[in-house]
T-cell receptor, first 116, second 109 residues
C-alpha cells in the first residue's frame, strides 16, 4: 500500500492567492482528517470526514478555509484567500474504524505551505 | 475544556532510559496514543492504551492511569535515531484525537 498521499509537498504562494491541498487516503479507510501543524500551536485538527461526510469542522479557522471529500479516495482543503498566518504544515490522515482496530491514524507526508 | 500537557523538551544520553510524561483532561476517554515525529516528517504511531497498565513493545513501553489522567512513554536503550518529537494524543467522546504540543527529545552520544 502506498500510504496516505498528499500533494503538493511544498507550496509557496503570495497573500491573497487561492491554495488547494490534496489528499488520497489509504484504500478501505473510512475516516479522513485534516490537520495543521505549527511550532506555536502544535498539531491542530481542522476537519474530519466519515464515509465522505464532514462530521466536525469546528477546527476550521474561518470562512477562508473549506474542505471537500467528493469520494472515498480523494479530499481537498482549500484556502481562499490565503494569508501569511496560514503558513504551516498541513497533514492529512486516515483510519479504518473497523472492529479490532486501534483506530490508529496513518498520516500523509504533509504539505508545507508558505504564504508570502 | 480539553487539555493535554507534556514537557516541551528533554535530553538524554545514548543507551540510557527516558520517561516522557503526559497528563490530560478531556471530555470522555476512549484511548491514549503516542506518536513519534522526526523533524520534517509525518507523525507515526507508536502505542495505544485504553486500559490501565503497561503496554510493552520492544524498547518502547507506554503506561496509563485513567483515574489520574496520566500516561508516560518509556524509551529504553536510547539510540541516536530516537531523537524526535513525541506526541501524546487522547480520543475523547468523539472519533477525533486531541494532541499535545509534543516533547522534543534530543539524544546525545
Amino acid at each position: 500500500d502506498a500510504g496516505v498521499i498528499q500533494s503538493p509537498r511544498h507550496e509557496v504562494t503570495e497573500m491573497g492567492q487561492e491554495v488547494t491541498l490534496r489528499c488520497k487516503p489509504i484504500s478501505g479507510h473510512d475516516y479522513l482528517f485534516w490537520y495543521r501543524q505549527t511550532m506555536m500551536r502544535g498539531l491542530e485538527l481542522l476537519i474530519y470526514f466519515n464515509n465522505n461526510v464532514p462530521i466536525d469542522d469546528s477546527g476550521m479557522p474561518e470562512d477562508r478555509f473549506s474542505a471537500k471529500m467528493p469520494n472515498a479516495s480523494f479530499s481537498t482543503l482549500k484556502i481562499q484567500p490565503s494569508e501569511p498566518r496560514d503558513s504551516a504544515v498541513y497533514f492529512c490522515a486516515s483510519i479504518y474504524a473497523g472492529q479490532g482496530s486501534y483506530n490508529e491514524q496513518f498520516f500523509g507526508p504533509g504539505t508545507r505551505l508558505t504564504v508570502l | 475544556g480539553q487539555n493535554i500537557d507534556q514537557p516541551t523538551e528533554m535530553t538524554a544520553t545514548e543507551g540510557a532510559i527516558v520517561q516522557i510524561n503526559c497528563t490530560y483532561q478531556t471530555s470522555g476517554f476512549n484511548g491514549l496514543f503516542w506518536y513519534q515525529q522526526h523533524a520534517g516528517e509525518a507523525p507515526t504511531f507508536l502505542s495505544y492504551n485504553v486500559l490501565d497498565g503497561l503496554e510493552e513493545k520492544g524498547r518502547f513501553s507506554s503506561f496509563l492511569s485513567r483515574s489520574k489522567g496520566y500516561s508516560y512513554l518509556l524509551l529504553k536503550e536510547l539510540q541516536m535515531k530516537d531523537s524526535a518529537s513525541y506526541l501524546c494524543a487522547v480520543r475523547g467522546n468523539t472519533d477525533k484525537l486531541i494532541f499535545g504540543t509534543g516533547t522534543r527529545l534530543q539524544v546525545f552520544p
